[in-house]
């Protein structure tokens, strides 16, 4: 069945930093892709998605590109803030598209 | 904007007890979704649902689970006999197609003692 890895976090940075949360996916037929962000003690936001290859998706700054060559869709924002301290998720469709398949998180923190 | 919501946010209950977790999904979605997050490990499916029908469930949703649509607005996740292991954030989510954007609720965070 469809599976993603995500980067092991946690992952470290100072303000204005680049980040790049890898994730790469196996999947049956044409997913959807998505980004989570899962702020503390809160619930699960989406950040962005992409539906097709080569569809980028962006939102507040971060982007991700769904690369069906490398089967990956990396997360990238160009400086990050304090307040992108969070868990990001990589996510996509299940064959069917009944469910989405989790990848294990990636826990960001931002220092100033 | 819409959103889904979640009652309780907080549920503590005693092993071999059941509890109904409830969920208000979005107003014009038709899906449903129920998924679980054990402390500091990832998101896993539990249930999809659709049309009054279960259409997916995953091996984590055995006999001790059930869902339903009592009404209108409403979409529970019933846990017959809680156990230890049940502990977890539960969320909910909604979307207005399978393939569509799932959003999810904040959860309800389910100890079991």
């Known amino acids: 069945g469809n599976s993603v890895t995500q980067m092991e976090g946690p992952v470290t940075l100072s303000e204005e930093a680049f980040l790049t949360i890898n994730c790469t996916y196996t999947a049956t037929g044409y997913p959807s892709l998505f980004w989570y962000v899962q702020y503390p003690g809160e619930g699960l936001q989406l950040l962005l998605k992409a539906t097709k290859a080569d569809d980028k998706g962006s939102n507040k700054g971060f982007e991700a590109t769904y690369r069906k060559e490398t089967t990956s869709f990396h997360l990238e924002k160009g400086s990050v803030q304090v307040s992108d301290s969070a868990v990001y998720f990589c996510a996509l469709t299940n064959q069917a598209g009944t469910a989405l398949i989790f990848g294990k998180g990636t826990t960001l923190s931002v220092s100033s | 904007e819409p959103e889904v919501t979640q009652t309780p946010s907080h549920q503590v209950t005693q092993m071999g007890q059941e509890v109904i977790l409830r969920c208000v999904p979005i107003s014009n979605h038709l899906y449903f979704y129920w998924y679980r997050q054990i402390l500091g490990q990832k998101v896993e499916f539990l249930v999809s649902?659709?049309?009054?029908?279960?259409?997916?469930k995953s091996e984590i949703f055995d006999d001790q689970f059930s869902v339903e649509r009592p009404d209108g607005s409403n979409f529970t996740l019933k846990i017959r006999s809680t156990k230890l292991e049940d502990s977890a954030m539960y969320f909910c989510?909604?979307?207005?197609?399978?393939?569509?954007?799932?959003?999810f609720g904040p959860g309800t965070r389910l100890l079991v003692l």
């Open positions: 649902f659709y049309n009054n029908e279960i259409s997916e």
């Open positions: 989510a909604s979307s207005g197609s399978f393939q569509e954007t799932q959003y």
